[in-house]
């Protein structure tokens, strides 16, 4: 288990879409808690399908993983484009309160990011049954759900913690906020086309 929460650790702390994602909900000021539990339920999608077998099957049809993973590079070339022409402007605290229809707009698009994200498949499709124990008392199923919460649990405090750090840096620099907004979306563009470039050669 510490040996799975080291990896974990080590592939939340990497920056990459889902960085990219909370750092934009945190320049909107409280949009950040339905965006970061959109990526949470996307991780947490990928535990579930794992733990049910679906994982093994995914991760044993390479053509489907290669359908799923350019879907996932597509959606992310979309939201770094919207983002690079239409960069989010900062909210200040008067402005922090959020409707219903922009909590279900920000958790569905990080249901999305995280759970088309390829980082997250490789994760829990590839390595996460590598630390599964045969011998332990427990189920594979089981386990496989332990080990998934685990792997939450570090998301829900780092993905807090960047979204909500970013809003405090960023809420007296309107101008530097919406820079790092392009930024975050020149970062979605760039993940994504080296995606597509690295499933291009899997097909030629």
């Known amino acids: 288990m510490l040996t799975f929460w080291g990896v974990s650790a080590l592939f939340i702390l990497t920056p990459g879409a889902d960085w990219a994602?909370?750092?934009t909900a945190g320049i909107r000021g409280r949009v950040v808690?339905?965006?970061?539990?959109?990526?949470?339920?996307?991780h947490a999608l990928s535990t579930l399908l794992v733990a049910?077998?679906?994982g093994a099957i995914v991760n044993g049809s390479p053509l489907l993983l290669q359908v799923l993973t350019a879907a996932g590079a597509l959606y992310l070339l979309w939201l770094g484009i919207g983002l690079l022409k239409n960069p989010v402007e900062l909210r200040h605290s008067s402005a922090l309160l959020t409707t219903t229809s922009q909590t279900r707009h920000w958790l569905v698009k990080g249901l999305c990011i995280?759970?088309?994200?390829?980082?997250?498949?490789?994760l829990f499709f590839a390595l996460l049954p590598q630390f599964i124990d045969l011998s332990s008392g427990f189920?594979?199923?089981?386990?496989?759900?332990?080990?998934?919460?685990?792997?939450?649990?570090?998301?829900?405090?780092i993905y807090y913690a960047v979204g909500f750090g970013s809003h405090?840096?960023?809420?007296?620099?309107?101008?530097?906020?919406?820079?790092?907004?392009?930024?975050?979306?020149?970062?979605?563009?760039?993940?994504a086309s080296l995606?597509?470039?690295d499933q291009s050669h899997h097909l030629v």
């Open 21 to 23: 994602y909370a750092i």
């Open 33 to 42: 808690i339905p965006a970061v539990f959109g990526l949470l339920l996307g």
């Open 52 to 54: 049910t077998g679906i």
């Open 114 to 122: 995280s759970g088309l994200n390829p980082k997250v498949f490789l």
């Open 139 to 157: 189920t594979v199923s089981t386990q496989i759900l332990v080990l998934g919460m685990i792997h939450l649990a570090t998301c829900s405090v």
């Open 168 to 191: 405090a840096l960023l809420k007296t620099r309107p101008h530097a906020a919406q820079r790092i907004s392009q930024v975050s979306g020149a970062l979605m563009i760039i993940i």
């Open 195 to 197: 995606l597509l470039i």
